[in-house]
């Protein structure tokens, strides 16, 4: 085998792929990214048995082949490489070590068995529709602070994505929540997804579909099947399995009827949050919200330091129900705000109820968030 690629397009494929390829090397194979040239492309794949990413970049070949190595240790070297670099790969027979230069550098680097690289079979998906690509990356943006991180509760580690009938139109509906936090964001529903079955994307697909939508502006092509699904951007293939398990019915945890409206701004809001919380060293950094006729107050308490207190004023609060206290963990609060782009609507019920939270601007995304006592 023997090959050149031009360093640019070779790096952004390796960001892709070593992102995918496992790094605990419990199956040394799984480490490596199968470099695979039939004359007229060069295909880079890498999978940790549950995703599967290929990629295919220009590349001219003396001759064709396919070889494994270490995915993080050629992408390292590829990142370090000048700018203009055209990185030649040459091996010699099948099993002997593979060529790396570019310039007057050069290397050599094991390679295992291609025989040994596992092949991910998608199988029938039999749902296809079309995401633009600014559509997907705000239904993941502002849904996926809130997926979970507990193995135990693995049904929530990830992203629902289902169709919701919304008024008298159906939607394409993102939801996460980690049972403190949750977001929801709606969508047009794209043609073609109308019968599909709700979702659940794991936590390190969202991830590497996320990174994909930075370096492509190309449509997503979305098939998929009750246990796999299948992104297609430009010359990119991720294909993942789904999480097996039943998403709980989050509808039950929407609050109705909470009439207590606060509304402000969401930049002055985020930066007193983090002042006020700036002293505590608790993990949960809870901050208080007092919240009274146009004027929020908000506090934190450490042992350590005392008590941290900023107030909000009416040219930045609007208020006028009753007086209101209620708790939450600064890290938590600040995770929704991020999603807010202007001015913040807070529902609340009382102080051990859960609050609404919605982008005054943005009618098709909403947040609940639960409080904590402070």
Known sequence: MKFTADRVPLQRALAHIHGVAEKRNTIPILANVLLAHDGEVLRLT?????????????????????????????????????????????????????????GRYET??????????????????????????????????????AMSNEETRYYLNGIFFHVANEGRSNMLRAVATDGHRLAKVDADLPVGAEDMPGVIIPRKTVAEIRKLLDSDDADVEVSLSETRIQFRAGSVTLTSKLVDGTF?????????????????????????????????????????????????????????????????????????AEPMEIGFQARYLTDITDQIDAEAEFCFADSASPTLIRDTQEASALYVLMPIRV
Not at 86 to 101: G, I, K, M, N, T
């Open 46 to 102: 890498a999978t940790d048995m549950e995703i599967a990413l290929v990629e295919e970049i220009p590349s001219e070949a003396a001759r064709p082949g396919s070889a494994t190595v270490p995915a993080a240790v050629l992408f390292e070297i590829v990142r370090k490489l000048p700018d203009g670099a055209a990185v030649e790969f040459e091996q010699s027979e099948e099993d002997a070590p593979l060529l790396v230069r570019a």
């Open 108 to 145: 050599n680097l094991n390679v295992l068995p291609v025989d040994d690289f596992p092949a991910m079979v998608a199988g029938d998906l039999p749902h296809h529709f079309t995401l633009q690509p600014g559509v997907l990356r705000s239904l993941i943006d502002r849904t996926k602070f």
């Open 248 to 320: 709980p019915e989050y509808g039950r945890v929407i609050p109705e009827g909470n009439d207590r409206i606060l509304r402000v701004s969401r930049q002055d809001l985020a930066s007193a949050v983090g002042r006020v919380s700036a002293i505590s060293q608790e993990r949960s950094r809870p901050v208080k919200l007092i919240a009274t006729t146009n004027h929020l107050t908000l506090s934190a308490t450490s042992s350590d330091q005392g008590v941290a207190q900023e107030e909000l004023d009416e040219n930045q609060v609007t208020y006028n």
